[in-house]
């Protein structure tokens, strides 16, 4: 039997930017040899993407994490359907997230594209006639050959339906949703003083970007208490870039950051039920105190929140670092 580890390539990406990701599938067992492996409930892969080299801000010196959790969706959406049987018309949806860099150095662009590598293994879970409901992702992260992440995490696979947050022939309810996770917020209210047409992007650098085109979410609503809230723009999928800007964006505000020269060092987000495209999203952020690493970089906690229709939809603990 041929044992050599087969080599997929997921899915185009959905624009020409998208960087392009090479899966080699690694079966530890006989059984992981065979495509829709519905035998095996764990599957290990090699992942290799290019970190670009985006137009950033003056100053800039860090590869774009998002740019790593994007490549990791992608494959695990695609591994979900290829190795464990998932259906295509089930969406793949990300609800935990647990990320953090372990060394900053590689994170540093050195003036041209850099070479990621991410070591997955994917193991599922809720077994349903052998196909999973979840998938448990465990990774570590090298650049050019040096570690220097590693992340877990948990995909649930959903119907298209629920994805795109309400069911066909039903009207739409504002509060559904998971009891448990889904809560009430009255600031979510200012949501109905930004419809989509009287969006304005937030400023490129106040939110680490370099393009406008890159921006997802809007001026600060308002700034009190400590916290900033934000509209997110319509349509924004996935969801994570938004809660990056606004935490970066918060950092700034809020504890004199300079957010071109930040890096999101940890990263924890939890999602209770996908986004609504044809309602109003907000995001809000609130940092800690801010303190310095064991090099002296100051540093500081944010906590950030979604809203929508008066109820959080996800939540987010990231560590905002200024890289000086």
């Known amino acids: 039997m041929d044992t050599s580890p087969a080599v997929e390539r997921p899915r185009p990406p959905q624009s020409a930017e998208a ?12 059984d992981g040899l065979l495509l829709n492996g519905r035998t095996s409930t764990e599957h290990a892969f090699v992942l290799s993407t290019v970190l670009p080299e985006p137009p950033l801000p003056a100053g800039s010196g860090l590869y774009e994490l998002r740019s790593a959790i994007e490549a990791v969706r992608r494959a695990c959406e695609f591994a979900a359907h290829q190795y464990f049987g998932v259906p295509r018309d089930s969406a793949v949806l990300p609800t935990e997230t647990d ?13 041209r594209p850099a070479q ?14 052998g196909v999973p409901g979840t998938l448990g992702c465990e990774s570590t992260v090298s650049i050019d050959g040096v570690p220097c992440g590693r992340g877990r995490g948990r995909l649930t696979m959903t119907a298209p339906e629920r994805a795109r947050g309400h069911r066909p022939g039903r009207p739409a309810d504002p509060r559904a949703g998971d ?3 889904a809560t009430a917020d009255p600031r979510a209210g200012a949501a109905a003083r930004c419809p989509a047409a009287r969006f304005r ?5 106040a939110v680490g970007c370099g393009r406008p085109e890159e921006v997802v979410i809007g001026e600060p609503l308002s700034v009190s208490a400590g916290t900033v809230l934000v509209p997110v723009r319509p349509g924004t999928t996935p969801l994570d870039d938004a809660l990056r800007q606004t935490a970066l964006l918060a950092a700034g505000t809020l504890r ?6 930040c890096a999101i060092t940890r990263w924890s ?6 986004a609504r495209p044809d309602r109003p999203l907000l995001c809000t952020a609130t940092p800690g105190a801010a303190d310095r ?5 100051p540093l500081a906690p944010v906590a950030l929140r979604l809203l929508q229709d008066g109820r959080t939809l996800g939540s987010a603990d990231v560590t905002v670092l200024l890289d000086c």
């Open 99 to 111: 990320l953090v860099i372990t060394d900053l150095r590689p994170w540093r662009r050195a003036g």
């Open 201 to 205: 992007p937030a400023r490129p650098v």
């Open 256 to 261: 004199g950051f300079q957010p071109a020269r």
């Open 293 to 297: 690493d064991t090099d002296g970089r």
């Open 19 to 30: 960087p392009v990701i090479q899966l080699v599938h690694r079966p530890s067992t006989r």
């Open 116 to 129: 990621a590598t991410i070591d997955l293994r994917l193991r599922g879970g809720r077994l349903v006639d």
């Open 179 to 181: 009891p448990r996770t």
């Open 269 to 274: 987000a939890a999602v209770a039920r996908p």
